[in-house]
């Protein structure tokens, strides 16, 4: 059936074919993905986007639907000024040094309320529906929906008959428009209609299954061609979009009719119709209307011309890097069959987690650009009119997962879109520090909607996560590293750091034995097992989030203060900031191990270890930090392990769909693949859906996962597919500052494969070629940097052969590992044995 399909397509090909090449070693395949059945609703859908302008094609034969989003399209939010709460600090802090946690707890959320502060943050909303009829004669045959993971084409097959039809579509990076095609193998075969729609008020739920109405307001008007869509938000934000029909037969551009509803545009025996859709958000309709119009029929409707000077735009992105763990499978399985053999209890296939890994990639490359907002929980494509948590930035995990893939591979272009934004809210930020904290720097809510950077929510889980700022920054301080840009590091990354080191510098305090303690801390969203405390005036039992020295915000702000001591010595700048750095960095609270031998979750003997919950972020020194590594502290690694083991036996169901993917990194980072690999399989049988889109939890109630719903399903959201690139990453290649580990977590199942140009932290472009049953590795490094590093291997190394041996040297850690010593633009090859 493929081979039928690449024909009828007639130059859009339905995968285009990569070649990844290590030393003389070529392989070929297809990346992306095929669905034989169409989308029940729009999570089934299968994606394209720009970075802004996100499409969902739901793949019917008859009559099509296409959700169009922008992300910028957010509403009902409230911002208010925050109250100076600084004089309730010491008030609070007292409060837990007498164990009065419960007051504590709320005593922040009462105070903003009493001093009237009322903030909500805004909605992520879907732009409008694309609903095209296609007329059909006999019951279709041979069904397949396609997307190409290299151009971002999403291509729906059918025949009809002795007819093959072929429905298209992109969003154009170049151009910011959408483009459709409609063409058939037989002349004069397309007839149907357009137009432009709200999107379908069915999806506007509450968490509780109830039905609203969103209040938008909403008119579409047809004619000469275009079809205008006009909507007012429910908070007076104008948005919609334009769409341009045009008609081909004969190789001419034929009349397309306005039908009598005057809302809708017709096409009649033709052999092909071109649609050009474009959106605009938060403008007035007056103005935006002829804008597009004008845009629109200035561009030659040429399908395949459009289509080629977008593909190669984002073809380039998406190849910057490759790998192959698939080396002897299919990889033309379907969507369905690869699920069903993954929910027959047959772990998850390679040729499946080859496609989780660009899968992506591609939905990072197509929900993330320079000066554009960040991809939220669900990236840019989310049909709700009231999304699962607001569709919003969630800080103290789910952002950061989104990004965790970006820098290692090679798409530092969609990395912009995190500075961009983060850069242009710092005086938000700065307003927050102030007023809540009383301190200079900043404070990043961990929970935002994009059009503000002043805090909004006042749960006590919320408020007291002080960290936000100081995990982001750590992608700061890795740009520098991954790709050598001192300009970035002078400019952005140290001012950013500084921000986040001032807010330390005057939260922290110390406590009686001489070393920091940070408090009111939290570990995100987790409570101590033992801080289930019952209101005894209401009853009411409260989970304590209100906590101290979580371990989390210690090794965050040590982080921070390593990474700009170190910037600043490489520049050369802020001598007397970097004295003072490290006085505070010797201060610093020693982790520590509990009774069952894992890493502590807080630091304190009020606050006892709760293993049964979905975050795991005591392990931050670990993961995703780079402060412990087997050979920097192997005790504290060790314990790392522990606490992790204990969150995957004894917190089973308390996980969710991003919590296993973090799993997956960090037993990565622990060096064990194989158990990197269970946590995938779980998340692959637990939390997919049929278009590969990843879930919070299981929406089946099979057990596995945290038993959650919001509306008719488990939430939606995209964390996990990115973080599912992000482990399977970083099994294959990881690097902290000074380190190069090579396999450093290769699955048993993993025997043998290839990637290509993946980036690291030294500074090194790496491509490997491996086959463990001839105990072989073949190497080759690229140095963007002068650099020295330490390179480790997954056994020992027997022998190394190498055009720069000289540049290779043993090492005093032992047999598997070298150091090598690089100028900038230096390459090495090397063929390496094991042992």
Same mark, same amino acid.
């Given at each position: 059936?493929?081979? %039928?399909?690449?024909?009828?397509?007639?130059?859009?090909?339905?995968?285009?074919?990569?070649?990844?090449?290590?030393?003389? =070693?070529?392989?070929?395949?297809?990346?992306?993905?095929?669905?034989?059945?169409?989308?029940?609703?729009?999570?089934?859908?299968?994606?394209?986007?720009?970075?802004?302008?996100?499409?969902?094609?739901?793949?019917?034969?008859?009559?099509?639907?296409?959700?169009?989003?922008?992300?910028?399209?957010?509403?009902?939010?409230?911002?208010?000024?925050?109250?100076?709460?600084?004089?309730?600090?010491?008030?609070?802090?007292?409060?837990?040094?007498?164990?009065?946690?419960?007051?504590?707890?709320?005593?922040?959320?009462?105070?903003?309320?009493?001093?009237?502060?009322?903030? %909500?943050?805004?909605?992520?909303?879907?732009?409008?529906?694309?609903?095209?009829?296609?007329?059909?004669?006999?019951?279709?045959?041979?069904?397949?929906?396609?997307?190409?993971?290299?151009? @971002?084409?999403?291509?729906?097959? $059918?025949?009809?008959?002795?007819?093959?039809?072929?429905?298209?579509?992109?969003?154009?990076?170049?151009? &910011?428009?959408?483009?459709?095609?409609?063409?058939?193998?037989?002349?004069?075969?397309?007839?149907?209609?357009?137009?432009?729609?709200?999107?379908?008020?069915?999806?506007?739920?509450?968490?509780?299954?109830?039905?609203?109405?969103?209040?938008?307001?909403?008119?579409?008007?047809?004619?000469?061609?275009?079809?205008?869509?006009?909507?007012?938000?429910?908070?007076?934000?104008?948005?919609?979009?334009?769409?341009?029909?045009?008609?081909?037969?004969?190789?001419?551009?034929?009349?397309? #009719?306005?039908?009598?509803?005057?809302?809708?545009?017709?096409?009649?025996?033709?052999?092909?119709?071109?649609?050009?859709?474009?959106?605009?958000?938060?403008?007035a309709s007056e103005t935006a209307v002829p804008r597009l119009k004008d845009q629109l029929a200035n561009l030659k409707p040429n399908y395949a011309a459009l289509f080629e000077r977008h593909a190669e735009m984002h073809r380039a992105k998406f190849n910057s890097i490759g790998i192959d763990i698939n080396t002897t499978e299919d990889r033309s399985t379907s969507n369905e069959h690869l699920l069903l053999d993954a929910y027959s209890g047959n772990a998850a296939s390679t040729e499946l987690l080859?496609?989780?890994?660009?899968?992506?990639?591609?939905?990072?490359?197509?929900?993330?650009? =320079? @000066?554009?907002?960040?991809? @939220?929980?669900?990236?840019?494509?989310?049909?709700?009119?009231?999304?699962?948590?607001?569709?919003?930035?969630?800080?103290?995990?789910?952002?950061?997962?989104?990004?965790?893939?970006? #820098?290692?591979?090679?798409?530092?272009?969609?990395?912009?879109?995190?500075?961009?934004?983060?850069?242009?809210?710092?005086?938000?930020?700065?307003?927050?520090?102030?007023?809540?904290? &009383?301190?200079?720097?900043?404070?990043?809510?961990?929970f935002m909607s994009p059009e503000s950077g002043v805090m909004r929510m006042t749960a006590p889980h919320v408020v007291h996560w002080t960290d936000a700022a100081g995990w982001l920054a750590s992608f700061y301080y890795d740009y520098y590293l991954f790709t050598g840009d001192a300009e970035f590091l002078e400019e952005r990354a140290i001012p950013f750091m500084k921000e986040v080191a001032l807010f330390y510098e005057d939260y922290a305090v110390l406590g009686e034995d001489g070393t920091y303690v940070f408090f009111p801390s939290q570990s995100p969203e987790n409570q101590p097992a033992d801080m289930m405390i019952e209101d005894p005036k209401t009853g009411r039992v409260t989970k304590i989030k209100v906590q101290m020295n979580s371990t989390i915000a210690v090794a965050i702000c040590k982080e921070v203060l390593t990474n700009l001591i170190r910037s600043c010595e490489i520049l050369n700048v802020e001598a007397e900031g970097v004295a003072r750095w490290k006085k505070m960095l010797a #201060?610093?609270?020693?982790?520590?191990?509990?009774?069952?031998?894992?890493?502590?979750? $807080?630091?304190?003997?009020?606050?006892?270890?709760?293993?049964?919950?979905?975050?795991?972020?005591?392990?931050?020194?670990?993961?995703?930090?780079?402060?412990?590594?087997?050979?920097?502290?192997?005790?504290?690694?060790?314990?790392?392990?522990?606490?992790?083991?204990?969150?995957?036996?004894?917190?089973?169901?308390?996980?969710?769909? $991003?919590?296993?993917?973090?799993?997956?990194?960090?037993y990565a980072r622990l060096g064990d693949g194989d158990k990197a690999l269970e946590a995938l399989d779980i998340l692959t049988r637990s939390c997919l859906g049929k278009n590969f889109f990843t879930y919070h939890n299981d929406w089946r109630s099979m057990g596995v996962t945290l038993p959650f719903k919001w509306g008719q399903s488990a939430p939606f959201q995209m964390d996990a597919n990115f973080g599912i690139t992000a482990a399977i990453t970083e099994m294959l290649c990881g690097s902290t500052v000074d380190m190069l580990r090579i396999l450093p977590a290769l699955p048993t199942k993993w025997e043998a494969g290839q990637f290509k140009d993946l980036q690291t932290r030294v500074g090194v472009t790496t491509s490997a070629q491996w086959d463990l049953s001839k105990k072989e590795i073949r190497l080759q490094l690229t140095a963007g940097r002068a650099t020295e590093f330490t390179l480790k291997l997954p056994r020992a190394i027997q022998s190394i052969e190498s055009d720069q041996l000289g540049q290779v040297q043993s090492s005093e850690l032992g047999d598997q590992y070298r150091v090598l010593n690089l100028d900038e633009n230096q390459s090495v090859s090397m063929t390496i044995h094991l042992r």
């Open positions: 059936m493929l081979n %039928r399909i690449s024909k009828i397509l007639a130059g859009t090909a339905l995968f285009s074919t990569s070649l990844l090449s290590i030393g003389q =070693a070529e392989v070929s395949y297809r990346r992306g993905m095929t669905l034989l059945t169409p989308a029940d609703q729009w999570r089934e859908a299968l994606p394209s986007g720009n970075g802004t302008v996100g499409a969902l094609v739901y793949g019917a034969v008859n009559a099509e639907r296409v959700l169009f989003n922008h992300n910028e399209l957010w509403y009902g939010g409230k911002i208010d000024e925050v109250p100076d709460m600084s004089a309730e600090l010491p008030v609070v802090r007292q409060l837990m040094l007498d164990g009065e946690y419960l007051e504590a707890n709320d005593y922040y959320r009462k105070k903003l309320g009493e001093k009237g502060f009322s903030a %909500r943050n805004a909605m992520y909303h879907p732009a409008f529906d694309v609903l095209l009829t296609t007329e059909t004669q006999q019951i279709f045959k041979d069904y397949s929906r396609t997307v190409d993971f290299e151009t @971002g084409e999403v291509v729906v097959n $059918w025949r009809d008959g002795d007819t093959e039809y072929a429905r298209s579509l992109f969003v154009s990076i170049p151009d &910011g428009i959408s483009v459709m095609q409609i063409r058939a193998n037989q002349a004069g075969s397309v007839s149907g209609d357009v137009t432009l729609d709200i999107h379908d008020l069915k999806d506007a739920i509450q968490q509780n299954g109830d039905y609203f109405d969103p209040g938008f307001k909403y008119k579409t008007v047809a004619e000469d061609g275009f079809v205008e869509f006009m909507a007012d938000g429910s908070d007076g934000g104008e948005f919609g979009g334009v769409l341009r029909a045009v008609a081909f037969k004969d190789g001419k551009a034929k009349a397309v #009719l306005n039908v009598t509803d005057e809302t809708h545009l017709h096409f009649n025996n033709v052999d092909e119709v071109v649609l050009l859709i474009a959106i605009y958000a938060n403008e080859e496609k989780l890994f660009d899968y992506g990639r591609y939905l990072l490359i197509s929900s993330s650009t =320079a @000066g554009g907002y960040p991809p @939220g929980l669900q990236g840019i494509w989310n049909g709700d009119y009231r999304a699962p948590w607001s569709g919003l930035y969630g800080i103290n995990e789910n952002l950061q997962m989104n990004y965790w893939q970006a #820098l290692p591979g090679n798409l530092q272009e969609s990395m912009m879109a995190f500075y961009d934004y983060f850069d242009a809210h710092l005086d938000e930020f700065r307003y927050n520090a102030k007023q809540l904290w &009383g301190t200079e720097g900043i404070y990043i809510p961990p #201060l610093m609270p020693e982790y520590q191990i509990n009774e069952d031998g894992a890493l502590r979750e $807080w630091m304190h003997p009020d606050f006892t270890d709760n293993y049964e919950h979905r975050h795991q972020s005591h392990i931050y020194p670990v993961f995703p930090g780079n402060e412990v590594t087997e050979e920097s502290d192997p005790e504290i690694y060790e314990a790392a392990r522990v606490a992790i083991e204990k969150r995957l036996v004894i917190g089973l169901q308390s996980q969710t769909g $991003w919590s296993l993917a973090h799993m997956a990194n960090v």
